[in-house]
């Protein structure tokens, strides 16, 4: 039996703080940028912005990007393997705009829907939503609550001094 695909929560500190939700399709890590994190409160829709592919060894990259203006921050958020639980293959649900998973992550399990709702020019426009059940909790805000890395246990302030340091 062929092993789970992965995914991966990023969070990135960089021009504005983000998470990166990344899922193991076809052997690469699809990408959205969520700006305010994934939430456990199925009322919550959380805007997710697809991004660029990236490759699977970047799963568990936590460091520092430099870049050309900017130098920015990552932590590995949370991760865990998943369940594709729509009636087509990953890559299908993903040409069709909705996309049904169940996490097994450290921080985040259950079920949470990825639903298309436009294109903004050449950028796909989703929404991250968390479906109602055991792992449902309104009142747990895990973004806010544990903000540290599961990998390091340290958090992109950490992540960030350390550079400053060195």
């Known amino acids: 039996m062929p092993a789970s695909p992965i995914f991966v929560i990023q969070k990135h500190a960089a021009t504005t703080l983000h998470y990166d939700f990344r899922l193991e ?11 305010k994190g994934p939430s456990t409160d199925p009322r919550e829709k959380r805007l997710a912005m697809a991004v660029e592919d990236h490759s699977m060894d ?9 870049g050309e203006r900017r130098t920015s921050a990552v932590i590995v958020w ?18 069709r705009g909705h996309v ?12 949470y829907v990825l639903q298309r709702t436009r294109k903004v020019g050449e950028q796909q426009q989703w929404l991250l939503i968390k479906r109602r059940d055991e792992c449902a909790d309104a009142r747990r805000n895990p973004v806010s609550t544990q903000p540290q890395s599961v990998l390091s246990g340290k958090t992109v302030k950490e992540v960030a001094t350390e550079l400053g340091r060195e």
Request: aromatic residues 6%; contains cysteine; hydrophobic residues 35%.
């Open 25 to 35: 399709v076809d052997g690469v890590l699809k990408s959205w940028a969520v700006p």
């Open 58 to 66: 970047h799963a568990s990259f936590e460091g520092v990007i430099e």
């Open 78 to 95: 949370d991760t865990g393997t998943y369940e594709n639980k729509a009636d087509v293959p990953m890559e299908e649900a993903l040409k």
């Open 100 to 111: 049904s998973i169940e996490l097994h992550g450290e921080k985040l399990c259950g079920g």
